[in-house]
């Protein structure tokens, strides 16, 4: 059976704890000082401990810094009046799980209990993980053996077993909600929600609904009540991508949650607990952020208890091959048919510079995938950046991207000059072609290419999405906005 030792010099709180740690299956013993810890400890290693920071003959930290104290297998939730950055940094350091406030907070506590444990099975699941990158590659969700990517898995390997912020910065494309996403799975909430929010994404007047919740009648439209985010994802993750996107009177009300715990749907006063392990993201620096006002200063003080950096994809070219040979496995296993690289596709790729980083890879090798006539995908069929985009998508099969007939298609002349603008038709070899207009407005030139590219892929919107080296929700979103312009393919 589970075992906890409560360490608190106020009985109530201690006697309160061991009946509700009782009721959840556990056994338990009080100490009341460091001595009284010490002896216990002494008779038996616990699974949990409960430890106040505040003590008669000293601090709760004195014992975790005690090497004659048995805890190298126990979990260790600190108990603390004050949630605080200072409280957050120093658990994480002296190898604290979590920490829990005063007055004790039931629902956290029960939390905490469910969420328990032996910090030697999360240490070998880590280093299956670790054994697993020097067979494959592969740590949990992240692909890569460089030694950028080694010290990401060891700044996860790190936090993972720990409660506390996190703060991912790093280029757009770089990969951060998949770090997220790898600390969530290997954490103690790894069967509870783990959910992901764009706060650049959410309209300014909805974003506080959308991640509180409101209620019926609180504003015009709000036929009901409605569940935010932080109620959604009680007792996981919840995932805040560009946090520095979200407006300054909201920031204030996200930094009383993290401080706090509790939150309010909007047009209710009833306070709301939220259990929730936030990870925050952001691909601009977060110094500057602040010195724009974008960001509070003291928000991002208790975002980035644990900062983590992803470099761009240009300064671990060694991993693009691995990257690579998954998103096309990952997209063979999706449409059914396998493909191949032929000879120095993939050193072709090793020496692009990659703006869009991992998430241009993976836009590349599946329109690659999509351009190959057979089960190997060749050089041709590789685009990379925007450059003769529009050749690949609309010329004849096999003419590649740098192709001059292909060019003078989509030109609209063999000599490349503007061609009037709305044509529409078939190059000379009859491949569908389309020709712009000079001046035409950048939105409708896209509109344009979207449309015709849908329709040449006889409206398969996983295949056009590829083509154009975006995501299947920014084409969802693009074809939203054209139904209802009146527009289709």
Same mark, same amino acid.
């Given at each position: 059976m589970t075992h906890a030792l409560i360490v608190d010099d106020d009985t109530d709180s201690a006697n309160l704890m061991a009946e509700l740690i009782g009721m959840e299956g556990f056994t338990t013993a009080i100490a009341h000082s460091l001595h009284d810890a010490r002896r216990q400890l002494a008779l038996q290693e616990p699974d949990l401990l409960l430890l106040d920071l505040v003590l008669p003959d000293g601090s709760g930290m004195d014992l975790l810094r005690d090497d004659s104290a048995s805890l190298s297998n126990t979990e260790v939730v600190l108990i603390t009046g004050h949630a605080s950055v200072e409280t957050s940094v120093q658990a994480l350091r002296m190898g604290a799980a979590d920490y829990l406030t005063k007055p004790l907070n039931i629902?956290?506590?029960?939390?905490?209990?469910?969420?328990?444990?032996?910090?030697?099975?999360?240490?070998?699941?880590?280093?299956?993980?670790?054994?697993?990158?020097?067979?494959? $590659?592969?740590? $949990?969700?992240?692909?890569?053996?460089? =030694?950028?990517?080694?010290?990401?898995?060891?700044?996860?390997?790190?936090?993972?077993?720990? $409660?506390?912020?996190?703060?991912?910065?790093? =280029?757009?494309?770089? $990969?951060?909600?998949?770090?997220?996403?790898?600390?969530?799975?290997?954490?103690?909430?790894?069967? =509870?929600?783990?959910?992901?929010?764009?706060?650049?994404?959410?309209?300014?007047?909805?974003?506080?609904?959308?991640?509180?919740?409101?209620?019926?009648?609180?504003?015009?439209?709000?036929?009901?009540?409605?569940?935010?985010? +932080?109620?959604?994802?009680?007792?996981?993750?919840? +995932?805040?991508d560009e946090v520095t996107e979200m407006p300054p009177e909201l920031q204030v009300k996200l930094l009383r949650v993290l401080e706090t715990g509790t939150f309010s749907r909007v047009g209710s006063t009833r306070i709301q607990e939220a259990d929730v392990r936030v990870i925050a993201a952001t691909n601009r620096s977060p110094e500057q952020a602040v010195a724009e006002g974008q960001l509070r200063e003291d928000l991002l003080y208790r975002l980035n208890v644990f900062p983590i950096h992803l470099c761009p994809l240009r300064d671990r070219l060694e991993d693009i091959p691995l990257l690579a040979q998954h998103f096309l496995q990952d997209i063979a296993r999706r449409e059914g048919s396998n493909k191949t690289f032929a000879p120095g596709v993939l050193d072709l790729m090793q020496r692009h510079t990659w703006p869009g980083n991992v998430r241009e890879l993976r836009n590349a090798v599946q329109r690659a995938y999509v351009m190959a006539d057979g089960a190997v995908i060749q050089a041709r069929d590789l685009i990379l950046g925007t450059q003769g985009f529009e050749d690949a998508v609309l010329a004849p099969a096999g003419t590649g991207p740098a192709s001059a007939s292909a060019a003078a298609a989509v030109n609209g002349s063999p000599s490349g000059a503007p061609a009037p603008a709305g044509a529409a038709g078939r190059d000379e070899a009859g491949g569908p072609a389309i020709t712009v207009r000079v001046g035409t407005a950048l939105a409708d030139m896209e509109r344009d290419l979207i449309l015709a590219t849908l329709k040449h892929f006889n409206s398969h919107k996983e295949k056009t999405a590829a083509a154009l080296g975006v995501s299947l929700k920014t084409l969802y979103n693009r074809l939203k906005e054209y139904s209802a312009q009146g527009y289709t393919a």
């Open positions: 629902k956290h506590l029960r939390g905490v209990l469910s969420r328990v444990m032996r910090p030697s099975a999360l240490e070998a699941e880590i280093q299956t993980l670790r054994e697993e990158v020097d067979r494959i $590659g592969r740590f $949990g969700p992240l692909w890569g053996r460089s =030694q950028p990517m080694r010290r990401i898995q060891d700044q996860i390997a790190k936090v993972c077993g720990t $409660g506390v912020t996190v703060l991912i910065t790093g =280029q757009s494309g770089t $990969g951060k909600e998949v770090v997220a996403r790898a600390i969530h799975d290997l954490s103690r909430r790894r069967k =509870q929600p783990f959910l992901a929010v764009n706060c650049g994404a959410i309209s300014r007047n909805l974003i506080e609904s959308e991640l509180f919740g409101h209620e019926k009648g609180s504003f015009t439209g709000a036929d009901r009540q409605h569940i935010g985010f +932080f109620e959604q994802a009680h007792g996981g993750t919840l +995932f805040l």
